[in-house]
């Protein structure tokens, strides 16, 4: 590792000794399954809001097995309000293959986690890094804050890819864990200390979509009632949903293929 390297290792380090998280509970007591559970949750969402809701399914799903054999409107119910409901029956799904395929012990493997649901390259790593101490170079929001603060200050449409070769020149990291947690903190606070959001000269930044009114509100709507009364007559729905049938059919029809909901011509059925 050359000297910039080095200090801005030290530099990371130094804030995380005195400004880490410590406190987060996936990370006082970091088992692969907590780990999972929290990466997967923190997908597109906040951190305060996930404690809450991380903290309540453990105390109703500690484990693969009791996640496994849990009825999907349960893990509906606990999930309601943390969004992207689909991160929930992906959790659900990988908890089964965990439990029927790998005697509920979570692979160690980059290339065989990212063949299980909700994992993509991202939590693949993460989960290595957080709960194995397994180093693979990884890029999250927080991360490319970091790092486009220190390396490309006066450049714009800055490549993930540009991250990942100064993480590969760096060589690899003998404390991941330790690492990951301190980039990430480094980074949520950036936009406070300098009065901006360096992830703004990314190539890859977009704006989160407004969701008053949308796609996703209207499905979390949905669920709402589903999870309420466990089926309902489309009429029933769709006048409780206000007047654009035709665009609540479409959106029935694709939680029905995601595996939320059976429904018949009539009648929408929570799955």
Not at 182 to 187: I, K, N, R, S
């Amino acid at each position: 590792m050359n000297i910039a390297y080095k200090k801005f290792y030290s530099e990371i380090m130094r804030y995380y000794r005195a400004h880490g998280r410590y406190h987060l509970p996936w990370r006082e007591h970091a088992t692969p399954y907590r780990v999972v559970v929290s990466e997967i949750m923190l997908q597109q969402t906040q951190v305060d809001r996930v404690i809450p809701f991380f903290n309540q399914w453990m105390r109703v799903f500690p484990s693969w097995k009791s996640l496994a054999h849990a009825q999907q409107s349960d893990v509906l119910r606990i999930w309601k309000g943390l969004g992207y409901n689909s991160r929930a029956l992906r959790l659900k799904q990988l908890a089964s293959i965990v439990v029927s395929d790998y005697n509920g012990r979570l692979p160690k493997d980059y290339k065989v986690l990212l063949t299980l649901p909700g994992i993509g390259p991202y939590t693949a790593g993460a989960i290595l890094a957080f709960a194995y101490n397994m180093y693979v170079p990884i890029i999250e929001t927080n991360i490319r804050r970091t790092f486009i603060h220190h390396f490309f200050q006066d450049q714009t449409n800055i490549r993930d890819k540009e991250i990942l070769e100064i993480m590969n020149s760096m060589g690899e990291i003998h404390n991941p864990r330790e690492w990951y947690a301190a980039l990430m903190d480094y980074g949520a606070t950036l936009p406070k200390l300098v009065k901006d959001n360096p992830n703004t000269q990314s190539k890859h930044y977009t704006k989160q979509s407004k969701f008053e009114g949308s796609n996703r509100q209207i499905r979390g709507r949905i669920l709402s009632v589903l999870l309420t009364q466990q089926k309902i007559s489309k009429n029933a729905l769709f006048k409780k949903l206000g007047k654009e049938n035709e665009r609540y059919q479409k959106i029935c029809d694709q939680l029905e293929k995601e595996g939320f909901v059976f429904q018949t011509k009539n009648t929408l059925i929570l799955g």
